[in-house]
């Protein structure tokens, strides 16, 4: 017999109901076969939905499991940490006080809480390599993008694996209506990105290291859109994506195209409003943070 299990959803990378992105969590996937929690992910029909277990490595302190609509992924950003908070809030208590460890299929995931009780992951392990001139020819096609458009492109595979394009501007960003049917038949999923002044990085990130903290830790404004497209996996365009700013960030500060802390925008052509918070720490560990709100809370049966 189906029975009720404690459940919640989440809107991540916003404080604001609905801004954000959403992500179903079930907080006891205790028993659930792979089949069900398939199934239930595509009845939700979310980008992601989790299901949290008990761990398997002594280090964690829960396990989550991860699943699009068509398919489960090792990693994902905004469902780390909408379920992290989903976890929290249902009374989860972490091995160490303000560091929680998740487990996941891509490994052991840190995620900190800072003193406003915001929530930032370290970013997984990332491996950057160059697309082939045909395949980035035939993304460029299906965004309607000119190559003089392209600044830069990378393959930046942290668990997903995104084509990720630095283009001219924001604007350019904003003003895609990508051939969604085109790049599903390419099974790429496509992450693209645009600053939102003239002005670079690059100016901050020749000022001191104490001027270019002071920037980051101010600022609130952000300073490059982002989109993302992973059609392939049933989600033409994702709302607010931690994986895609995680090898993102880890790509552009490592390029001196981005200084070590900003602020990225996400879902503005959605309708939404995702804030992404990027630090870099000393040890050149990225951290990706931001908001979360719960907007369900209560009881499902699976």
Excluded at 66 to 86: M, Q
Excluded at 231 to 253: H, R, Y
Aim: hydrophobic content about 45%; charged content about 15%; overall charge negative.
């Amino acid at each position: 017999m189906p029975s009720p299990r404690p459940f919640a959803q989440i809107d991540v990378f916003s404080a604001v109901p609905g801004f954000g992105n959403p992500v179903a969590v079930v907080l006891d996937g205790s028993g659930l076969d792979d089949a069900a929690m398939q199934r239930f992910a595509r009845w939700t029909n979310l980008s992601e939905t989790t299901f949290v277990l008990p761990p398997t490595d002594a280090a964690a302190d829960y396990r989550l499991r991860i699943f699009t609509p068509g398919g489960e992924l090792p990693f994902a950003g905004h469902p780390t940490l909408g379920s992290c908070f989903a976890w929290l809030a249902a009374g989860g208590q972490p091995r160490a006080a303000g560091r929680i460890v998740q487990q996941c299929a891509k490994g052991l995931v840190a995620i900190r809480q800072d003193g406003g009780g915001r929530l930032a992951f370290a970013a997984p392990a990332m491996q950057a390599t160059s697309p082939s001139p045909t395949l980035l020819a035939q993304v460029a096609a299906s965004l309607g993008l000119q190559a003089e458009q392209v600044r830069r492109a990378q393959l930046l595979d942290n668990g997903p694996q995104w084509l990720t394009l630095l283009l001219d501007s924001a604007d350019t960003v904003l003003a895609l209506e990508p051939d969604h049917a085109r790049l599903a038949a390419l099974g790429q999923k496509v992450g693209v990105a645009g600053f939102h002044r003239a002005e670079s990085a690059t100016a901050l990130i020749a000022k001191s290291s104490r001027e270019a903290r002071a920037f980051g830790a101010a600022q609130e404004a952000p300073l490059i859109e982002v989109r993302a497209f992973a059609a392939p996996i049933g989600v033409p365009e994702d709302p607010v994506t931690g994986s895609l700013n995680a090898s993102l960030a880890q790509w552009l500060i490592g390029a001196g195209e981005l200084p070590a802390r900003y602020v990225a925008a996400q879902g503005t052509a959605l309708g939404r409003d995702g804030r992404v918070h990027i630090a870099c720490d000393g040890d050149g560990q990225v951290w990706v943070g931001g908001d979360c709100v719960a907007v369900v809370r209560g009881e499902v049966t699976l």
